[in-house]
């Protein structure tokens, strides 16, 4: 019987310990003495509500209580599944990578999708030697056509940083000196440009842009070039080769080359003055090519067009993400076929003798 009466009074105990515990933690919570979570969700919701200058966005309006967020209202044609936009050229490749041509895109979709996002695009050009004649007209028309709207760093890799001119930009976009070696020959300097680009992109890009653009200074740009573009990783058909077929292609044809593609093999012939994609792709791009140009340089081998033939090497086994037409990369010299609605980056005209010639100046 008092072993009963012991396990019933410890019984009791035990359940008004619980009960009176539960009240005094009631009350202490009630008066956010201990386990301050609801100031800590009123101070997350507080905090939302206030403008992140990384994440600056379009948007209109955000309840977080109901989960109810109001985007700008999106104006435009509906798309057709029977009706494709373009029925003259190709716009899907077989890995399912767009092909982008004037009349396959809506830019003010993608506008509002990477405006949410705040993207910084790098832009890279190398103007070594006399190459620097170029830079203010690639500027100045850049500054017309390329990434409107968008934060953009211009990264100039040049021997020549005081021969750089002095421009007035937009807001949110730098010209950013670079220097780098003078090299005697200009294809060494096309064949470095991938260790430094890749460099660069290891040290420096990855803190400071989110997409890099990677193209020839010696063009000016004439059309839209925007979003619309970016990508994981892009390239660009060459427009001497955009309609050939791949055993005409100037791709690296010696076997002892680490560029040597097989006949058999290729999608497109690409051009290696228009290349991108995120940072992180953009470095394994150009680390690739650069071990592979370093190690046909050891055994005395030059492929026969120089970075370009790494880059359409590199592409057959990673394929882009995005294929850029023509129209980002052409030369007035080549006419105008009813393909092209539009010629967005062309060619400056030039003497190639007297800029490529190895003096001092």
């Known amino acids: 019987m008092a072993r009963e009466w012991g396990l019933k009074l410890n019984t009791g105990c035990w359940a008004a310990g619980v009960f009176i515990t539960l009240f005094c933690l ?40 109901n989960e109810v967020i109001k985007l700008p209202r999106m104006i435009y044609t509906q798309p057709s599944v029977l009706s494709p936009p373009r029925n003259d050229i190709l716009v899907m490749t077989p890995w399912f990578a767009p092909i982008v041509w004037e009349g396959t895109f809506n830019i003010d979709i993608l506008n509002e999708n990477f405006r949410q996002r705040n993207v910084t695009i790098g832009l890279t050009a190398f103007a070594v030697k006399k190459y620097t004649v170029f830079v203010e007209t690639f500027i100045k028309t850049a500054e017309e056509h390329f990434m409107i709207g968008y934060k953009v760093n211009y990264y ?38 991938m260790e430094m680009i890749n460099k660069m992109s290891e040290t420096r890009f990855d803190s400071e842009v989110d997409y890099l653009v990677c193209i020839d200074i010696d063009m000016r740009f004439a059309d839209h070039i925007g979003v619309e573009i970016l990508t994981e990783q892009f390239g660009t058909l060459h427009p001497g080769f955009y309609g050939g077929k791949r055993e005409r292609f100037t791709y690296e044809r010696r076997n002892q080359s680490q560029a040597y593609i097989p006949s058999d093999e290729g999608d497109f012939y690409y051009a290696g003055g228009f290349f991108g994609g995120t940072v992180l792709q953009v ?38 993400t995005k294929i850029l037409s023509p129209e980002y990369l052409w030369d007035n010299g080549m006419g105008s076929p009813p393909i092209l609605k539009k010629k967005r980056f062309l060619a400056v005209p030039k003497n190639h003798a007297a800029i490529r010639s190895n003096d001092k100046k």
């Open 156 to 193: 100039i890799f040049t021997d020549r940083p005081e021969a750089l001119p002095t421009l007035s930009l937009k807001e949110g976009r730098k010209l950013i000196p670079v220097r780098v070696e003078k090299y005697e020959r200009w294809q060494e300097v096309s064949m470095r440009r």
């Open 283 to 320: 470095s394994r791009l150009t680390k690739a090519c650069h071990e592979a140009m370093m190690e046909d340089k050891k055994n005395g081998i030059e492929a026969v067009w120089h970075d370009e033939s790494y880059l359409n090497k590199y592409f057959v086994y990673h394929k882009p």
């Open 26 to 65: 009631s009350v202490l919570w009630n008066r956010h003495w201990i386990f301050p979570i609801k100031n800590i969700y009123t101070t997350i919701q507080e905090s939302n509500n206030i403008e992140n200058p990384k994440e600056t966005s379009r948007l209109d309006s955000i309840s977080l209580h």
